[in-house]
């Protein structure tokens, strides 16, 4: 498949032949939902579990005879009505990580890009610039309308997904490495 490549400046600069394995890849919704699902949950924080009964340091020994203090009666101190005790009802640990075979995970990210070289590829020959400076590439990104990262979920979420010529070699390279 060919796809033209310009500068950075949106002129044109020739063309580039893209490889079938990794651009030409035809999308599955099931693969490419189940790579975004796997990027997601991964992302979510693992909820901190809080020390409830039997996880607290304190003795199990019944601290008071059962009658005739005029008190309660009490098992340990370990209870959750003393201070020091533990949570009744604490929070459990609950962690979302799953895992995902590597060669699906490559799967969705050839699949997310062949999705986008059929329409929202742009491929600039480099980025280099006159004066190495953020706010220049920045200025040049918004006015083209380019931004964002490169994984399965943000190549799915945006419109246009910006390779340079080196990154197109690269993906290609690891892909048929």
Request: net charge positive; aromatic share 6%.
């Amino acid at each position: 498949m060919k796809v033209k490549v310009q500068k950075i400046d949106g002129k044109a600069s020739g063309d580039i032949e893209l490889n079938d394995d990794v651009f030409g890849v035809e999308p599955r919704a099931d693969i490419l939902h189940r790579v975004v699902t796997w990027q997601l949950e991964n992302r979510r924080g693992t909820a901190r579990p809080t020390r409830e009964r039997s996880d607290v340091a304190r003795t199990g020994k019944k601290f008071g005879p059962q009658k005739g203090s005029g008190g309660a009666r009490h098992g340990d101190r370990g209870a959750p009505i003393f201070i020091g005790g533990g949570k009744a009802h604490g929070a459990r640990k609950r962690d979302f990580e799953q895992s995902l075979n590597k060669k699906v995970r490559a799967l969705g990210l050839k699949m997310a890009l062949s999705s986008k070289a059929k329409d929202g590829l742009v491929v600039v020959d480099s980025l280099e610039l006159k004066d190495a400076k953020t706010k220049a590439l920045k200025g040049l990104f918004d006015k083209a309308g380019w931004n964002g990262k490169v994984n399965v979920y943000d190549i799915l979420k945006h419109d246009t997904l910006v390779l340079t010529k080196d990154a197109v070699e690269k993906l290609e390279a690891r892909f048929n490495g």
